[in-house]
T-cell receptor
Framework: SQQGEEDPQALSIQEGENATMNCSYK?????LQWYRQNSGRGLVHLILIRSNEREKHSGRLRVTLDTSKKSSSLLITASRAADTASYFCATDAYGNKLVFGAGTILRVKS | GAVVSQHPSRVICKSGTSVKIECRSLDFQATTMFWYRQFPKKSLMLMATSNEGSKATYEQGVEKDKFLINHASLTLSTLTVTSAHPEDSSFYIC?????????????FGPGTRLTVL
């Protein structure tokens, strides 16, 4: 069964605005990862945050992790039309397997 | 680096035939590869974990005789959908771990869209 739940399911914003996506999970994890998927394509790894980390940055991406609430958020700042894609969180619960959330469909309007 | 390819990218077949999908790690050795299935507008569901030189480990509810996985080398895993039916139509994605790169990251292939008529 899927572990991660994401919200919102869909998000539509204007170019230049920030986009925030949230992910919740149910069990203890080793790390949590965020991926992007363009329509009909494979997944692109965005960022990995370990269970002992609280925040991580990569370019315009900021990820937070709250293990007490079993939740994570992905913030994309100054969004661009090219950021339009589906975004998935995935948890690695010490079993070398990734469990994916339902995903958030982000649409950035230019 | 850490590129994973899949072949074919798209396949259409008749009901009852078998289809083989290849997953290759191009610039690293992958002792473990994973096969996922994704329905339209849905998330990825892990089907099986493929370890080089040993039998694949299937997730609950995945028929191992239906979805044959072979991981014959450190750079190649294959998924064969046997006696395919229209309900097997889906997007199949593989990934590979690159422990030699010192990360927990999985690198994903571009996916294979299977359509069974």
């Amino acid at each position: 069964s899927q572990q991660g739940e994401e919200d919102p399911q869909a998000l539509s914003i204007q170019e230049g605005e920030n986009a925030t996506m949230n992910c919740s999970y149910k069990t203890s994890i080793n790390n949590l990862q965020w991926y992007r998927q363009n329509s009909g394509r494979g997944l692109v790894h965005l960022i990995l945050i370990r269970s002992n980390e609280r925040e991580k940055h990569s370019g315009r991406l900021r990820v937070t992790l709250d293990t007490s609430k079993k939740s994570s958020s992905l913030l994309i700042t100054a969004s661009r039309a090219a950021d339009t894609a589906s975004y998935f969180c995935a948890t690695d619960a010490y079993g070398n397997k990734l469990v994916f959330g339902a995903g958030t469909i982000l649409r950035v309007k230019s | 680096g850490a590129v994973v390819s899949q072949h074919p990218s798209r396949v259409i077949c008749k009901s009852g035939t078998s289809v083989k999908i290849e997953c290759r790690s191009l610039d690293f050795q992958a002792t473990t590869m994973f096969w996922y299935r994704q329905f339209p507008k849905k998330s990825l569901m892990l089907m099986a974990t493929s370890n080089e030189g040993s039998k694949a480990t299937y997730e609950q509810g995945v028929e191992k005789d239906k979805f044959l996985i072979n991981h014959a080398s450190l750079t190649l895993s294959t998924l064969t959908v046997t006696s395919a039916h229209p309900e097997d139509s889906s997007f199949y994605i593989c990934s590979a771990r690159a422990p030699g790169l010192g990360t927990d990251t999985q690198y994903f292939g571009p996916g294979t869209r299977l359509t069974v008529l």
